[in-house]
Every structure is written in C-alpha cells, then in structure tokens.
C-alpha cells in the first residue's frame, strides 16, 4: 500500500511566494541592466565625477545578487511538496532530503487545535513563502517541526525525538489512514 497526499497552495500562501519570489530577482535585474547600461555606454569623455555613466561598476556587490537566487532556490527546495505513506513509513516529500518518519516510531497520531498553535514562534524556516516549514516554538508543544501550506487543521504526528505538524489536503483520510498503519 502506498497514498500520496499532496499539498496545495491556498490563496494567501500563493500571493505572498509569488512576491518573494519576484522581489528576490528584483535586484538581479537591476544589477544586470546597471552592469549592461555600462559596459555598452562608456564613461563620457573628459571625465564628469557626477555623471552617473563615469561611476564605477559596483562588481562587490556581485556575490549578494548572486547569493539571493541561490537562497531562494534552497528554500523552494526544503518546502513540503506533499506527504506519503506506505507500510513501513511516512514520508514528507520535499525536493531536497526527504524526511523519512519509520510507522513503528510514531507514538501519537492526532489533530491539532487552534488553541494549542496559538502563539506559536517560528524559531528557522519559512513562514509563507514555499509554504509554512521549519522550527516552531510554543508554551504548549514546546518545540516543534512543522511542514504545511497553511496554519489552522494541522495534524500531529508526535515520535520519541520529535513532534511534526503536518497539513495534508484530506484531513480524515489522512489520520484514518496513518492510525490504521500505526496502531495509535
């Protein structure tokens, strides 16, 4: 037996990537029309100090432009795309490293309330853009990992080491199907 649950993108989550993601680029064009503007319209000659052609190419700042696609590149990659389930295993499928959760090791298989999230503290990860994944801190759960697209109708899925939250798209399936193959 092996179910795949995939998530989806709501509205919100959707708006708030797609504008990371367009203003994370952002600088990147502007550095490469700059570097362009340039090299193919010299400085005028004699030499104007305030002419914004004669001013230098600002090539230190290359590495920065360069680092923001890599970074967010990385994060598209360590968002959940989807969870799956087979016989010996959860898996959240993420681009790179998948997190693998052995069925044998989950102690405790549930739905998490509104209450129970609230004021809950992003310690690392991505809040909203990619989706909702990373280190969560709160006075109730204590730390958590947490690999959603949204924030309310999360399920727990709690080991010896570890508490996630998880947002699978069909809730009840998603815990009839886990407690079956858990025993919990």
Do not use: H
């Amino acid at each position: 037996m092996k179910k795949y649950y995939e998530l989806k993108m709501g509205k919100l989550l959707s708006f708030t990537t797609k504008l990371v993601y367009t203003c994370s680029f952002l600088p990147v064009v502007i550095a490469a029309f700059y570097a362009w503007t340039k090299l193919t319209y010299p400085a005028p000659f004699p030499y104007d100090p305030f002419s914004v052609a004669s001013r230098p190419i600002p090539w230190a700042a290359l590495p920065i432009f360069l680092v923001i696609p890599v970074v967010v590149m990385l994060f598209r990659g360590l968002a959940p795309d989807g969870y799956v389930l087979n016989d010996v295993q959860l898996i959240i499928d993420r681009k790179f490293k998948p997190i693998v959760i052995p069925l044998m090791e989950i102690t405790e298989v549930r739905l998490l309330t509104d209450e129970e999230l609230r004021w809950t503290v992003k310690l690392s990860g991505s809040e909203g853009f990619y989706g909702y994944f990373g280190v969560c801190w709160n006075k109730k759960l204590g730390i958590f990992k947490m690999y959603a697209t949204r924030r309310k109708n999360l399920v727990a899925v709690r080991t010896a080491k570890t508490l996630y939250a998880l947002s699978p798209e069909d809730i009840e399936d998603f815990l009839t199907t886990l407690k079956n193959l858990t025993g919990r």
